[in-house]
């Protein structure tokens, strides 16, 4: 009568999962001392894994349902593994559930409860698959990306540095082409400034160079006059008079027009810097 009362205590239990009261507490010790007497009979441990269950002792309840696995009732064995299964599914651990599922309905074939959890469970873990599937692309994809922007980075800094690289070539020949020019244009302005500093004649010079000139003719002319002077010349001393003459005049006129030459550096390169 006792073990009667207990168990339609623990069908109560099923049916309301928010009583726990002191009578629970009270019904549970007697499952356990009543296992303690008779350990042959699994369905008492089935019964109390479901008390467990009830009241959120997840551990406990196991422990329960894994002992009423060794009894000789196929179906008492069967709904403990449902049992099992469904803790194992609430808990998180779909593919452990299936298991066990797939293990009751070896024993109970026929069972439409054991049926639904185990397409169920099936459905379920078939999703999480997906869906781990899907994050390891997602993952895979965005470490391909992550390697594809960095070896983008690293050929464009190497661009970068190769530009560069061969701006400063560049930089560097037009200075080395342009040191000829400035060395010309140096020389250029020294032979200038030379130029400059070299004095001209002055007209002081000029007229003394020019009075001479006139007084060298005047004593040649004395002298000439002074020395017994032929009757007549002939062709060829006039010739060489009228060279003479031309040659004097000709350099009188070199001395009066001679001016200062001035040179310029033409083509001059004015270099900017673009570095």
Do not use: C
Request: a negative charge; hydrophobic letters at 25%; zero cysteines.
């Amino acid at each position: 009568m006792r073990i009667s009362i207990i168990i339609l205590l623990s069908l109560m239990m099923a049916q309301d999962s928010t009583l726990i009261s002191s009578e629970v507490v009270q019904a549970i010790q007697d499952y356990e001392n009543l296992i303690e007497k008779f350990p042959e009979m699994k369905g008492l441990n089935f019964n109390l894994g479901n008390i467990h269950s009830k009241t959120g002792d997840m551990e406990s309840a196991m422990r329960q349902y894994e002992q009423a696995l060794s009894s000789d009732d196929e179906e008492l064995r069967a709904h403990a593994l449902y049992n099992m299964g469904n803790l194992r599914f609430e808990n998180g651990n779909v593919e452990e559930s299936s298991k066990l599922f797939r293990e009751a309905l070896k024993l109970s074939s026929e069972d439409e409860d054991i049926l639904h959890n185990y397409a169920l469970s099936q459905k379920v873990l078939k999703e999480q698959q997906e869906q781990e599937k899907q994050q390891d692309q997602d993952k895979e994809n965005q470490e391909n990306n992550e390697d594809q922007e960095k070896q983008e980075q690293q050929n464009s800094d190497q661009n970068q540095d190769e530009k560069n690289e061969e701006k400063q070539d560049s930089s560097d020949q037009k200075d080395s082409e342009s040191e000829p020019q400035k060395d010309s244009e140096s020389e250029a302005e020294k032979e200038e400034q030379e130029k400059e500093q070299k004095p001209e004649e002055s007209e002081e010079e000029k007229q003394d160079e020019s009075q001479k000139s006139d007084e060298q003719k005047d004593e040649e002319k004395k002298g000439k006059q002074g020395e017994p002077q032929p009757n007549e010349l002939t062709e060829e001393e006039k010739r060489n008079l009228q060279e003479a003459e031309a040659i004097l005049n000709a350099l009188k006129a070199d001395k009066d027009n001679l001016k200062k030459k001035k040179y310029k550096a033409k083509g001059r390169i004015k270099l900017e810097k673009d570095w």
